[in-house]
Nanobody
Framework: QVQLVESGGGLVQAGGSLRLSCVAS????????AGWYRQGPGKQREMVAGISRDGRTNYVDSVKGRFTISRDNAKNTVYLQMNSLKPEDTAMYYC??????????????WGPGTQVTVSS
């Protein structure tokens, strides 16, 4: 059974940092791309960052220069380092594992989410 478990969310003041982690089990993680999505209150889910199987990364414009996605295939883990956080980054953050790093498909795997709240 495939399982993704996120951790690292929380409450932080604007300008602060958080590091999200997502551990995958039940799959050969290195065979897949991975990404982080978020959904804020009243907003649609949007892609934040993605990383391909060979380590190429992509980011939504609003987080470029502040967030960094990385992966450790030996630990079946994808990370999202978030610096210079802003109140508009407040959202539920979801880990995604699938065939590509720049979009998602119906059969992708998802974690349950971890809440990030940035206070002003």
């Amino acid at each position: 059974q495939v399982q993704l478990v996120e951790s690292g969310g929380g409450l932080v003041q604007a300008g602060g940092s958080l590091r999200l982690s997502c551990v995958a089990s039940g799959i050969t993680f290195s065979f897949y791309a991975a990404g982080w999505y978020r959904q804020g209150p009243g907003k649609q889910r949007e892609m934040v960052a993605g990383i391909s199987r060979d380590g190429r990364t992509n980011y939504v414009d609003s987080v470029k220069g502040r967030f960094t996605i990385s992966r450790d295939n030996a630990k079946n883990t994808v990370y999202l380092q978030m610096n210079s956080l802003k109140p508009e980054d407040t959202a539920m953050y979801y880990c995604n594992v699938g065939p590509t790093s720049d979009t998602y498909y119906p059969n992708d795997y998802w974690g349950p989410g971890t809440q990030v709240t940035v206070s002003s």
